[in-house]
């Protein structure tokens, strides 16, 4: 089956990228868009088999996006990759080491850092949620 | 695109046509199996979209029955249910792809989209000649990357003379292809709509493309120079890891089309940086902190998008700026550091306006390079909150991470993928292990030997919580890299993680070898292979003095087979040479021998390891190569 995919993220042109790169190269089907509400949504309209979620958005951040998936039973076991920059290393500030906890503790498949490659993005994206390129 | 529609509510197949007409997609309504069935018959379409539930002929048995008569236009099942043996109905009747109502418009479309790539003849998403291209996912035509508007009659027969190169085309198959089961048109109206194509495609400077073949139907020219219009093959089916030169190039069109989309709204963005960062010296303290996180955020989203389209050299400009950014005294701002700050995000623009038609792509084969060299950690740890903790801490730094909470888990990591033909990049650069875990009662030692002794061996860092000088030299022993005792932070065990991986690659680190055993040289060579070091094997002592000046080493490993005096002998004459005497030297030796060894240190050497080697000599080709760079800098010579 053709993998249907859900990209959030409030850049025009990464949303664009990604579907472009999806699409092109794997043949996923892919439905973006370009805020945290939405998201939730349109989540749970198409129910897609993997989420790629951007962490800074306008509306609502990226992480309480995560925690309303994990708690709707629709998109509760939806796997999600989050999109966000390489943090700042041995960033030990309180809020920062209780964000990472929570992220860890809802669960994700993986997490891809901008600026990414989009060429490698698809092959990214199968590593983490260990999709075999034969099938999908 | 030329689709059948057999849906019996009325009002949603409706819909559905005046969207799929938006599309440039013609539409043949069917309200009930059977009229469906002889529609699907009596013409040709490039897909089906089927509703199960139909009076007359149910969905799944009317597409048992285009399958039995050897019908194979794809099939797309629409139903009410989404119920899971609804699904394996539909497909086990021939359906290719089944959608559940209500469903999303933009759903359905990609996947009309995708299924009629996926069974033409020609599954292009990107039709080309010469400067003409044609995108079947956003329905675009450009010309020298010109849009061109076109009709959805003419973008339809524009498709099919891209699609059918070298075939003419009947006015018929035209007919057949580009209009509804009622309006079969005339050849005259056919005529009309390629005379109309035509004149737009003269107007947008494409001369020439369509020829009339008189008497028979259209086709399209033979292209001015084939090499370039080679049609750019669609990798989906493809199961490779590396992506294909096509894939590349596909996606080097787009992305570069998508960035003249967007170019201007980044350099807007860039702006307002500069923006910021001029109102930064004008503004008084309180607002100064919010315009510095503001300008902070800018920055930094600017990198992600920039790198993304694959501008590195912006990338790079942005990383300066951000570095700046953050050295910066935001209470009390030096105009110094402000100016430069302006000027650099000044350059940042300049270079983004240039960027336009020349984005600068890493060629395929170095992205490959690439992906392989970010770093994979496999954290082996029971404690399963904290295993999570790290993964996220470490995929923020960037490493791909697995996680095994049990030793089976743990070497099953390492040794199903690693073994694998041209899986390389599924194996892991570096193991954070827990050294107590319930499943073994040799605890994580056992596997710290395992790891240490593989080939590659895989550099490990222990992280236990029973920190004692006797499990120190246990793990040092055993060839592990770092000791980290708990409690840390997450943030500061990925940390040191981090700092063992950059001090452990010393590359382009020269080291000599000096080995007539090729057996050994080999394996001197699998071992060292991760490690990124510039090996010069010699395999004649004679060659020594002469390779030693030519490559001017930073290690030396001397190992000779024919007796072990010869090699201590050379060790001998290497340091009686004023040049070599800080050259550090390992020898490799097959003796235990205490008078042996004790010789050989007498004649200069810095180390010996017992043959047969293992993960050990790279501990201490380590540990030398850091010892000789302390020495050096603490000594100005």
Known sequence: MTKRILVVDDDDGIRDIIQFALEAIAGWQVTTVNSGYSAFDKAILIQPDAILLDMMMPDIDGLTVLRHFRDNPITQHIPTILLTAKAKSLDLNRENISDRQDIANLGISGIILKPFKAQTLVEQIRALLNWDSAEC | ?637
């Not at chain 2, 009596?42 to 199960?52: E, K, P, Q, R, T």
């Not at chain 2, 059918?164 to 198959?173: E, H, M, Q, S, Y």
């Not at chain 2, 790079?316 to 402000?338: A, C, D, K, R, Y």
Request: hydrophobic share 40%; with cysteine.
């Open chain 2, 1 to 637: 695109m030329k689709i059948l529609l057999i849906e019996d509510d009325v009002s949603l197949s409706e819909a559905l046509e005046q969207a799929l007409k938006k599309e440039k997609i013609i539409v043949d309504r069917a309200a009930d199996g059977e009229v469906g069935w002889e529609l699907a018959t009596a013409f040709s379409y490039d897909l089906i979209v089927l509703d199960i539930l139909l009076p007359k002929l149910n969905g799944i048995e009317l597409c048992q029955r285009l399958r039995a008569h050897k019908n194979a236009t794809p099939i797309l099942l629409l139903t009410a249910q989404d119920s899971h043996s609804n699904r394996v109905l539909g497909l086990n009747s021939g359906a290719d792809d089944f959608l559940a109502k209500p469903f999303d418009f933009e759903e359905l479309l990609a996947r009309i989209r995708s299924l009629v790539r996926r069974s033409s003849s020609d599954p292009l998403p990107m039709l080309k000649w010469g400067n003409l291209t044609l995108d079947r996912n956003r329905r675009e035509v450009t010309y020298h990357d010109q849009a061109l508007l076109l009709t959805p009659k003419e973008y339809g027969l524009l498709e099919l003379l891209l699609s059918n190169k070298n075939r003419i085309l009947t006015n018929a198959f035209l007919a057949d292809h580009l209009w509804t089961a009622e309006a079969t048109p005339s050849d005259n109206v056919i005529r009309t709509h390629v005379k109309k194509l035509r004149h737009k495609l003269k107007q947008s400077g494409v001369e020439d493309a369509i020829e009339t073949v008189y008497g028979t139907g259209y086709r399209l020219h033979p292209q001015p120079d084939e090499a370039e219009l080679q049609p750019i093959p669609e990798p989906v089916d493809a199961p490779t890891d590396a992506p294909t030169q096509a894939a590349a190039d596909l996606l080097e069109h787009g992305l570069s089309r998508l960035w003249n989309q967007y170019k201007q709204s980044y350099i807007e963005q860039v702006m307002a940086f500069e923006q910021t960062i001029h109102d930064l010296q004008t503004q008084l303290d309180p607002d100064r902190q919010k315009l510095y996180l503001q300008a902070q955020q800018l920055i930094h989203t600017l990198i992600g998008s920039v790198g993304s389209f694959g501008l590195e050299r912006a990338a790079q400009l942005g990383h300066s700026i951000e570095h700046l950014l953050l050295t910066l005294n935001v209470n009390q701002p030096e105009p110094s550091h402000l100016q430069q700050l302006s000027a650099l995000s000044e350059e940042f623009k300049l270079e983004l306006e240039r960027s336009s038609e020349e984005l600068q792509f890493t060629p395929p084969s170095s992205i490959v390079n690439q992906t392989s060299r970010s770093s994979r950690l496999l954290i082996v740890e029971d404690d399963i909150p904290l295993a999570n903790q790290l993964a996220v801490e470490a995929m923020l730094q960037g490493f791909s991470v697995d996680i095994a909470t049990t030793v089976s888990e743990a070497r099953a990591a390492i040794s199903t993928p690693c073994n694998s033909v041209g899986s390389a990049q599924h194996c892991p650069n570096i193991v954070l292990l827990d050294l107590y875990l319930p499943d073994t009662p040799t605890h994580g030692y056992e596997l710290l030997a395992e790891f240490s002794a593989a080939t590659p061996p895989i550099p490990v860092i222990v992280l236990t919580a029973y920190d004692s000088f006797t499990n120190r030299v246990q793990v040092a022993r055993l060839g592990g890299l770092g000791f980290l005792a708990k409690p840390l932070f997450p943030q500061q065990v990925i940390h040191a993680i981090e700092q063992v991986l950059q001090q452990e690659k010393p590359v382009g680190t020269k080291i000599l070898i000096v080995d007539d055993d090729p057996q050994l040289s080999d394996q001197l060579q699998q071992l060292l292979a991760s490690w990124e070091f510039q090996l010069t094997i010699v395999t004649q002592p004679q060659q020594l003095w002469s390779t030693l000046e030519r490559v001017n080493p930073d290690l030396l490993i001397l190992s000779t087979e024919i007796a072990e005096t010869s090699a201590i002998d050379l060790c001998q004459v290497v340091r009686n040479d004023l040049r070599w005497q800080q050259l550090p030297i390992i020898l490799l030796s097959n003796s235990q021998d205490s008078a042996t060894i004790q010789r050989a240190f007498a004649a200069g050497v810095d180390d010996v390891v017992l043959k047969p080697i293992g993960s050990e000599l790279v501990v201490r080709i380590l540990n030398r190569l850091k010892r000789t760079q302390l020495q050096r800098a603490r000594s100005p010579l």
